[in-house]
């Protein structure tokens, strides 16, 4: 007789015994287990490609194929950290106005680091440093990833930005979550601090050289 497992035929005679029953049982069973194996070490085999490829991403993301996509439509509020730097201060219509000395004297103190935090400066006359918050009108997440939309012009145009996570350092040019404001503005205080000295050490050098060309 024959027997058929998983696509494989066991071929036995007829059964005379009780014993040949048996063995033929046990033949079926041992088909059955080793196609059973195969598959098991093929999804073992998947699944530590799939780690492989996670742990190769910078943000421990996984293939998109791979991930749910969920779309909320929920308002997300972000900080976003701009930092003038010291081409601004200096070579512009709207600098600093300050001496390489009222530059150091300003960075030595929280308070005139602020005073010097709110000058409008540069071309677009925006603030020195500041941290802008905003409420985005919808969130879509995928996987580790969130990002902000914002949807206007009915529709035909859309914006959207990636909202940093909390293992990312602080840094200017990246949305992050508003309740991390507080330690975006003491990073770009600090960060205002260096530029504002490089700033007054630009002044000394230009002083200096226009001193040796007299």
């Known amino acids: 007789m024959k027997l058929t497992v998983n696509g494989k035929e066991a071929v036995f005679t007829d059964y005379n015994t009780c014993e040949q029953y048996v063995l033929a049982e046990l033949e079926a069973a041992q088909i059955e287990n080793e196609e059973l194996r195969k598959r098991i070490e093929e999804l073992e085999r998947e699944k530590s490609e799939a780690d492989a490829k996670k742990a190769e991403s910078p943000d421990g993301e996984i293939e998109p194929r791979q991930v749910q996509i969920v779309k909320l439509n929920e308002p997300f509020e972000t900080a976003y950290l701009t930092v003038k730097d010291a081409y601004d201060f200096k070579h512009s219509e709207n600098g600093l106005g300050l001496t390489a000395e009222e530059a150091r ?39 580790t990833q969130t990002f902000v939309m914002d949807v206007w012009d009915n529709g035909r145009n859309l914006s959207e930005a990636r909202v940093a996570k909390d293992a990312e350092k602080a840094c200017t040019g990246k949305y992050f979550p508003a309740y991390r404001a507080q330690e975006l503005e003491r990073f770009g205080l600090d960060l205002l601090k260096k530029r504002l000295l490089e700033y007054a050490d630009k002044l000394d050098a230009e002083a200096k050289k226009d001193e040796e060309n007299e």
């Open 105 to 143: 004297e300003k960075a030595a103190s929280e308070e005139g680091l602020r005073e010097v935090a709110s000058i409008r400066v540069g071309w677009s006359r925006n603030e020195a440093m500041s941290v802008e918050t905003r409420i985005w009108p919808c969130q879509l997440r995928t996987g």
